[in-house]
């Protein structure tokens, strides 16, 4: 993605945050982080919101603030960022691997199902790609068993599941703010959605050193804020997400026209709302197609490879259940150029060039 032709038109607006930070030295928490988590929450449809300074530390945190801890299993899809599990490792708990879904790529409930023991405390749903999960099976499943459901929304920020967005579908949710997600801050940061108010006061104190107010430590915390800037900077952007990711569908829909049937495309949810923060394509010879792109001018992503479960620090954790769909997305999954200021014409070189590298590779799915 291109973040300069991102941040173009709101250069002004940006710079005046900025200098409103600036000129009231609010760089950590207060009144900026304040009226972000107030507007974030408004948009989401949720209670709360909790400004944190990475979206792993409010993976972290939320599941910290849910009561999940050492001895306690947490179920996560095999196919997603690293962070996903990093998460349930640094909240003391154990990550377990179940598999996706082979057309989405998101949690797989039956393969989730299969996961759980005595030890689940946790279900990590991955709105993956943009894509919410299918939040009714997993609620359900959640019930049946008695677990905390924590929403990763990385990558789905302002995506619906039927007539709600993703952040108000779990016990809480996790955002991410990295610069090149949907809503993205000029470095790092995260925020908690919850309707959960005993839940979201434990978050803060977490967040902010296990303090209740100044002096007052409650519990074991950590140096985990959002600063003032990044929250300044975020409520310049924050108007604007929707119109975006209108534009991101757009440019999705001109990929599947283009494209056809020459490779595998995401398969979309019925009555789920994909807000396409990365365009995935499934191709067997992914390297060698990547490489032909390349030639062409065209820059591709990987996401993400290989399976949790293959990555050396989770290599020895036992307990995972088979993930054959989570290894083919690792095999075959390249991301295409995706963001909002993408013109027609870049588009369709894209699709040129895929075609192209797909017909010389004879690697047409």
Partial sequence: MDLARAHGPSRAALAAAFERVLDTSGFILGSEVESFEAEFAAHCGAAHCVGVASGTAALTIALEAAGVGPGDEVIVPAHTYIASALAVSRAGAT???????????????????????????ALLPVHL?????RMDAVRALAREHGLAVIEDCAQAHGAHDGEDRVGTLGTAAAFSFYPSKNLGALGDGGAIATDDGALAQRAR??????????????????????????????????PHLDGWNRRRREHAERYR?????????????????????????????????????????????????????????????????????????????LSLPMFPELEPFEIDHVAAALTHALTTAGDNR
Avoid: M
Avoid at 129 to 133: E, I, N, R
């Fill in 95 to 121: 990550p377990v691997f179940c598999d996706v879904d082979a057309g989405t790529g998101l949690i797989d409930c039956r393969s989730a199902a299969q996961a759980i023991t005595d030890r689940t405390a």
């Fill in 129 to 133: 790609y943009g894509q919410p999960c």
């Fill in 205 to 238: 104190e977490i967040r902010n050193l296990g303090q209740r107010a100044k002096g007052e430590h409650v519990r074991i915390g950590a140096n985990e804020r959002l600063d003032g800037l990044q929250a300044a900077l975020l409520r310049v952007k924050l």
């Fill in 257 to 333: 026209a283009l494209l056809g049937d020459t490779v595998g495309l995401l398969e979309e949810r019925p009555g789920a709302e994909c807000v396409y923060h990365l365009f995935p394509v499934r191709v067997a010879d992914r390297d060698a197609v990547a490489d032909r792109l390349r030639d062409r001018g065209v820059q591709t992503g990987v996401h993400y490879a290989p399976a949790l479960r293959d990555q050396p620090p989770f290599a020895a954790t036992p307990g995972h259940t088979a993930t054959p769909n989570a290894d083919a997305w690792a095999r075959e999954e």
